[in-house]
DNA sequence: CAAAATATGGAGGTCATCTCCACTTGTCAA
DNA sequence: TTGACAAGTGGAGATGACCTCCATATTTTG
C-alpha cells in the first residue's frame, strides 16, 4: 500500500525536505498564516514542485501528521490489549488531550481541517475514529459503559476539543470534557436523561 | 448602546436588504463558498456599499445572528426563571441542538468562525457563553451538578456539536454528546475519574 | 431650493494561489 | 562511460478573490 511508485532520488530528497520544514512550522504554530508560495521558497524548492508533491495546503498536513496519528492508533491498540476496556479508552482520551496539549499544531490543524470540511485528512480522521469506536465497542462489551451512545458522540467532543484549542484556559477545560464525557458513559443505567427530546420549544423562538 | 449613529434613509434601506440576503444566503448553507462580491451583486448593492457595512465575512455573519443569538440567551434566562437548574440547563442545550439542527446555517457559521478564530462573533459568543455558564451555576448552587468541570467545558461541547455538523449522523450524535455532558455533569459524587491525568505515558510515544 | 452632509457603486489595485512548460537531473541499457 | 529517455524542477505569469478609492448621486438641513 506505501510502494505504489518508486520515487527517483532527488524528488525523494525535496519530498523530505519539505516535510522536514513543514513539521517545523507547524510545531511553531504559523503553518495557516504563512503564504503556501512562501513555504516552498522556505523549504528550498520551487512552487511547481511543492504543488506536484502536496496539491493542497491540507494534503501536506495529512502527510505531516499521518505519522503521529498512525502513532496514537497504535497505543490505542497497545491499550486495549493490555488494560481494561474501559480504562484503556479512558487512558486514551485522556493520553489524546495531553497531545494536543503538547503539540498545538496538531490540535489547530485538526480544526481548522474539520471546519473547512476539507475532507482531507480523511485518512487519518477516519483512522483515528476507528480506534475510538473500537475502545467503545470494548468497553460497551464489558458492560461498563452504556450502549445507547455511539463512538460518534466521543469524536465529536474530541473535535470540540481540537477547534477551542485557543481558549484561555484550554488544558483545564479539555480535562473537563474528558471527564464528563467519561462519567457520562459509565452511567449505563436509569437512562432517564435521554428520552424525549424532539422539538421541544423551539418552534416559540421564531 | 444601539444607538450610536442615525443612519440615513437609504442606507438603511441596503443594510437591510444586505441582512435579508444574507439570512436567504446562510440559510441555503453557501454563505462560505460564495464570493463576497457576487454577494453584494446579489442584494443589489454595490461592492462599495456591502464593505462599508460590513467590513468582513464575519462581521456580518455577526450581525445576521446577532438576533438569533439574543433570543437563544433570552431563552436561556426564561428557562432558568422557571425550571429548576438542572432541568433548565437540560432544556437549553437540548434546544441549543434543535435549533443548529433546524438553522444548519448556524452551526456552519459557529463551526467556521471559531476555527478561524476570528474573533469576530465575539459578541454573541460571550453572550452564549454567558447564558451557558450562569445555567452550570444555578445548578451547581443546587447541588444538582459536579462543581469540579466548569462551564467551559460545555462550551467544547458545543463547539464541537457544531464544528462537526456536516457528519452523517449529526443530530443523533448532537444529542448523544448532550447526553453525555448532562449524565457527566449530574455525577457530582464519588470525584474518582478526575484526579490523576497528568502527563501518563504520552512521553513514550515519541 | 441650494448647500452641506452622507452614501453609493463599480473600476481597478493588490495579493495569494496555482498552472504550465522550457530546462535540468537522474536512470539505465549497451 | 555514454547517450538517450524518463522523471522532476522552478519560477514567471495567469487567475481570481478581496478590498479601496473617489467621482457621482441622494438625503437632509437651513
Redesign the interface.
Known sequence: MTAAKPLRADAQRNREALLAKAREVFDAGGFFDLRFDDFARLAGVGTGTLYRHFPTREALAEAVYHGEVA??CD?ARQLQATLPAEEAL??FL??MV??MD?HQGLARTL??L????SGALAEGSRALEQAVTDLVAAAVKDGAVRD???A??????????G??H??P?WR????????????????SCSGD??RE??????GE??
Open positions: 502513532a496514537l497505543r479512558a487512558a485522556r493520553g495531553g497531545y503538547a480544526a481548522t474539520m471546519a473547512t470540511g445507547d451512545v455511539g460518534g458522540a466521543v469524536m465529536m467532543a474530541l473535535h470540540g476539543i477547534a477551542a485557543d481558549r484556559g483545564a477545560e479539555a480535562d473537563g470534557v474528558i471527564t464528563l464525557v467519561l462519567d457520562g458513559l459509565r452511567r436523561s435521554q427530546h424532539e422539538q421541544e420549544s423551539v423562538l421564531k
